[in-house]
């Protein structure tokens, strides 16, 4: 895979209204999630060492050295809504890595969000295509369409860094 091109700024016309206004979101997707729907949950489809992916950059690995690894779907009445990726760097271990070890089916996005030590960097967009292993992780949830558009972002505590990657389903659309 090469490198993608994930840019600072989503294009005017790129995407609906809709869906844009959940890509640039500021806040917590959970917290919107669970404002959007009546029966949200986090469901966790897989946690342990891997390699990050070659467009990463969580620690500066770069895809080059262990992370842990973290994958969850956000779910609004049942329906797949949000695939999240999420990495972190093995070589600085401390609070954030237990945190993360004891999350289960909890959501990520509470802690970031809550935790007053936390500092979130600059997001960034990125359409995936089929090419893309975010894209495959992400249909292998349900149909989709030729591309899904996808953000990421850095966030910090102490020595530690988690890059977050959310990737958009079909059925957001259905999340006011």
Sequence with gaps: MKRSKWRAHLDGGACDPHLRSWLTEPDSLTARCQRACADFRVRLLSFGKGRALADESAGGEAGL????VREVV???DGRPVIFAHTTLATVAPGRLSRWMAGLGNRSLGS??????GFRRGTIEF???DARHPLYRRAAALGPVGASLWARRSLHRLGRQQVLVTEVFLPAIGDCR
């Design 65 to 68: 050295g262990l992370a842990w």
């Design 74 to 76: 956000l779910e609004c």
């Design 111 to 116: 802690l970031l969000f809550s935790y007053p």
């Design 126 to 128: 990125l359409r995936l």
